[in-house]
């Protein structure tokens, strides 16, 4: 029969890594909640994996601790918690209460303390013990019955030791981590320890003579000269650190072991409290607030399972109705490839029709296609790009689709990380219907939409359209409140469309461009693989920073710049610092580069090359940027690099599909700069670009006080930097960094370039204050973004939080801009039943394969599309490239 377990949670140790791992969480008042959210998460991921019979929570508690008696300058270092993370102890010590989770903390005793004493305590009550923290220093109280369990990269892995994998993987035994305390000693807790020794060295020590008294009973066998006056010199400092680094197991705990069992929740209180803090993917813990899978399906979402033949009566119906939602299921999520399962279409006052489409697909487009095209009919849906990607496949065109309730939701909330359409239905209608992992699993043994049962099928699709149905008049009216009907109707909502019909068509590859890149790079690899030996002096893993640290610091003797918890820091930023010590650090930046060119950009793109097609279908991602910028993914072609010729290189291989067609490339011209002119409407500024002057060199004249004729090539690229470090909010220490001069000349750069264009200075400081006062600032076309960081106490979250009040108008109108040129450079290539087609943007960047018949025709409407995509005080100029290649329109 197995053991009961207790389970001790070190809570100070899980909220400050939780807090620290995860993106800032704020409810719509303004509460960070990040904390709070990963600590629970955590909790309920290892008591479901670990199942404890009894289970507790210690804290630290404010005040000094008996550790404080013996060394006053204990954690003397450690800086106070930021106010962000501090007023998040009393909600998640309020929510443990509540699920009637017993919290331990006392005075003078630290968490662990309380932890290892709960330890001996489960012992000696026949327990398995499990210790779960983020500090190691709990290894030291592993034994046969109790194990630690650390939390890995913030909160995100876990990983278990018992006194066995402690002896393995370190070599000594759990008890002996304390001698190693005391020599090492800890920063982060100001304990000293002895200088000069490291975990290596003391690990080593530790091995070699068991103790700490040991070593001291056996100096004249310590082998170096300096390690031995260290230690000779600092051995009453290496005692005290070892009674700091020691955890106490007999702390005068007025608890019992039954007082700790495992008890249900109070749930309403608990509901009440998740809806206060706004933790909807938590609510479905609560019994009757998330289904089984079982029970979702036979909850009976209203739908009707039809056969290809019987849909005439729908098509009649849509007929009269004119409106309908619709969603599509293929196979998996790859919907330029994958087959096509299923049709679910419903009107709002009957019943959603589920059609297979495994068969008789043919039939379905005959049927339907009158109905998808007929531009009197209304659509609405959930993620239609998906949907539309599927009807081109079909050879469909979908018109007038009035409503998607992601796009919908993503204007309303840009900083929402989650728009599933679960998550739109519990926060407009309180409920949290089915998920796609608990329809299909995740990992590897996630399902596929045909392995379902069909019933299964027809109840997932009956909800997304219910749900869409449902939430339209609520979203739209919150749309309407915002000021955002324009943004929405002639920009994101037409918008989908474009990003649809670019990623059915792609880019052409040439194949061959890639593998010769390829073989060129793998070429260079292995003669710098050669070179980098033989000025090692042998051979070691150059892609471990582990080896390369060893290299550098230990073999080679260069200055350390940097150490990190498990080593030496080897980071592009440590490099660069030793280029002149030793020609091995020229090799191994050039090694990393082309190492990452090569696996990133060649056989990255290789596998993704359509076989059918020889296009890359990039996912361009509408709803994933809080300043409203398109990302691309499945590959990132925005961000091939640009700056080295490797990287641009890349481009020789995105070519126009030959013989017949050729890239047309459109720029905008600094446009965000020009953005910035209008929005501050700074009169020199506007004059410079109504002028056609060139800003960086009317800047560099403003701030430096030189004449313009004589402003050099330096001059210029500084003031460039400024230029855009403005739009982007850029500090001092920023700009120092960029051009690698002083704080100190950084802010008079910024003062003076401020105390010239005196609108732009005022703007900053208007702008933050309409940021803190509504909660959110908005671009040219009303785009909103939420910045509660404005709120915080915290000095570097307030910074930031200006920051972006300061840039979002800048880059969230340039994104408009150069949305509301794709939509209309879509519409006039289709209107004028043109062959060229829309296939990339990138940042301020438009491509065209274009038909060459066409290209002064797409030449000339792209530019004057461009140009004239939005009315500002200053004129927008685009540059127009082409080439056969993406390499060559640069």
Known sequence: MDKEKLMVIDGSSLLYRAFYALPFLTTKEGVYTNGVYGFLTMLYRIKDEYNPDYLCIAFDKKGPTFRHKEYKDYKGTRESAPSELAQQFPIIREILEIMNIKTIEMDEYEADDIAGTLAKIGEENSLDVILVTGDKDYLQLATDDSKILLTRRGITELEIFDRSKIKDEYGIEPHEFVDLKGLMGDKSDNIPGVPGIGEKTGLKLIKEFGSMENIYENLDKVKGKKLKENLIEYENTAYLSRTLGKIITNVPLEVTIEQLKVEEPNWDELLSIYEEFEFTTLIDKIPGKNLTKNEEINQGYKYEILNIEDIDEIISAIKKSKKFAFKFLTEDFNYIESPIIGLGIKLEDKSTYYIDLTKDIDIFVDKFRCIFEDPNIEKIGYNLKT??????????????????????????????????????????????????????????????????????????????????????????????KQNMKRLYYEVELPLVEVLANMEFTGFHIDKEELELLGEKYNQEIDTLTKEIYELAEMEFNINSPKQIGEVLFEKLGLPVIKRTKTGYSTNVEVLEKLLDQHPIIEKILRYRQIVKLKSTYIDGFMDLINTKTNRIHSSFNQTITTTGRISSTEPNLQNIPTRTEDGRKIRKAFIAEAPDYILVDADYSQIELRVLAHITEDQKMIEAFKNGEDIHTKTASEVFDVPMEKVTSSLRSNAKAVNFGIVYGISDYGLSRDLNITRKEAKEYIDNYLDNYKSIKQFMIDIVETGKEKGYVETLLHRRRYIPELKAKNFNIKSFGERIAMNTPIQGSAADIIKVAMVRVYNELKNRKLKSRLILQVHDELIIETHRDEREEVEEMLKDIMENAINLEVPLKVDIQVGDSWYETH
């Open 387 to 480: 949907d539309i990607v599927v009807l081109l496949r079909l050879k469909i065109k979908l018109s007038n689709f009035t409503y998607d309730a992601e796009i919908g939701q993503y204007l309303i909330n840009p900083s929402q990380n989650n728009y599933s359409i679960n998550k739109l239905s519990e926060e407009y209608l309180n409920y949290y219907g089915i998920d796609e992992e608990s329809l299909l699993g995740k990992g590897k043994k996630q399902k596929k939409f045909r392995e379902i049962s069909e019933e299964e099928r027809a109840n997932y699709i009956s909800f997304i359209l219910e749900t869409i149905y449902k939430i339209e008049p609520m979203m739209i009216e919150q749309i309407q």
